[in-house]
């Protein structure tokens, strides 16, 4: 883990962030941050196994079962190991304390607008045993695994298998970032169901967004003004950004619909994770 630290102090030097965007550095520091799945596997309650298939059985599906919570996830090796890195062992939406009474409460009503293969969501239900959760997930190998663990989770969610975004329509998707797919502005790639996010978010007391760009539309819809009582986590990217950089226009966005922003996480891929609310 040392390495990784390294590369992230690395990062924050003039002129290092620029060089390290380049494609060819990119791959390679991304070779490095590979070593993420080790502590990963150590998450689950067989560890050994979770690395022996990282190595031997990459791109094949296995199911394993979390330590805290007994939560059972299926993953496919050599991809989704980030999930469960990002999630559970660093916590990645782990609510900061000024913000935790806020969730604290019965039944919580959880949107998981990008759910995956369902990390985030088994996540909550480890924090919030009765919490009512409504996921959204486009894409069908992610939507497949997401659904092996929904039907042996301790309270089933809701699971809706489209992309999220501001109107019933039909919408274009491509593989390419990370285990997800992202938007596109043509017709190129998969043709996709997408729901309106606001026939979802009014009834919502906490919401995560990573949907690889998607959210920009959401931000910018003139109907998150209308929005209360709302705790927000979201992952914001540089793909679709309407400005540069895309930290600056995700919190402008939110302060123009009257939400207090904070709790920003940077890193310097070009994106990073922001906390927003409104009472």
């Given at each position: 883990m040392g390495a990784m630290n390294t590369i992230r102090r690395l990062g924050s030097l003039p002129g290092v962030r620029k060089v390290a965007l380049h494609p060819p550095v990119r791959k390679a520091l991304a070779t490095t941050l590979m070593l993420r799945y080790i502590p990963a596997a150590w998450e689950t309650t067989t560890p050994?196994?979770?690395?022996?298939r990282e190595y031997l059985d990459r791109g094949n599906v296995a199911a394993y079962t979390l330590k805290d919570g007994g939560s059972r996830l299926w993953?496919?090796?050599?991809?989704?190991?980030?999930?469960?890195?990002?999630?559970?062992?660093?916590?990645?939406?782990?609510?900061?304390?000024?913000?935790?009474?806020?969730?604290?409460?019965?039944?919580?009503?959880?949107?998981?607008?990008?759910?995956?293969?369902?990390?985030?969501?088994?996540?909550?239900?480890?924090?919030?045993?009765d919490?009512?959760?409504?996921?959204?997930?486009?894409?069908?190998?992610?939507?497949?695994?997401?659904?092996?663990w929904a039907a042996s989770a301790p309270q089933s969610p809701a699971f809706v298998e489209a992309a999220v975004v501001?109107?019933?329509?039909?919408?274009?998707?491509?593989?390419?970032?990370?285990?997800?797919?992202?938007?596109?502005?043509?017709?190129?790639?998969?043709?996709?169901?997408?729901?309106?996010?606001?026939?979802?978010?009014?009834?919502?007391?906490?919401?995560?967004?990573?949907?690889?760009?998607?959210?920009?539309?959401?931000?910018?819809?003139?109907?998150m003004r209308d929005l209360r009582e709302l705790t927000l986590v979201m992952e914001y990217h540089r793909h679709m950004?309407?400005?540069?950089?895309?930290?600056?226009?995700?919190?402008?966005?939110?302060?123009?619909?009257g939400f207090t922003t904070g709790f920003v996480t940077q890193n310097y891929w070009g994106h990073g994770t922001l906390w927003a609310w409104k009472d």
């Open positions: 050994r196994a979770f690395l022996r993953l496919q090796h050599g991809r989704d190991f980030e999930a469960l890195y990002e999630l559970i062992h660093r916590g990645e939406y782990e609510p900061p304390e000024p913000l935790r009474a806020r969730l604290d409460r019965p039944a919580l009503r959880v949107l998981d607008i990008g759910a995956n293969i369902g990390v985030f969501s088994a996540w909550i239900l480890q924090k919030w045993p919490a009512q959760i409504t996921a959204f997930e486009p894409e069908p190998e992610n939507a497949d695994l997401y659904r092996r501001t109107s019933e329509s039909t919408v274009h998707m491509r593989e390419g970032l990370g285990s997800g797919s992202f938007l596109t502005a043509d017709e190129q790639g998969s043709a996709v169901r997408g729901v309106d996010a606001f026939d979802y978010l009014p009834d919502a007391d906490f919401v995560k967004i990573d949907i690889e760009g998607g959210e920009w539309a959401i931000l910018g819809d003139p109907r950004s309407p400005s540069q950089p895309p930290r600056d226009a995700a919190e402008r966005l939110l302060r123009d619909a």
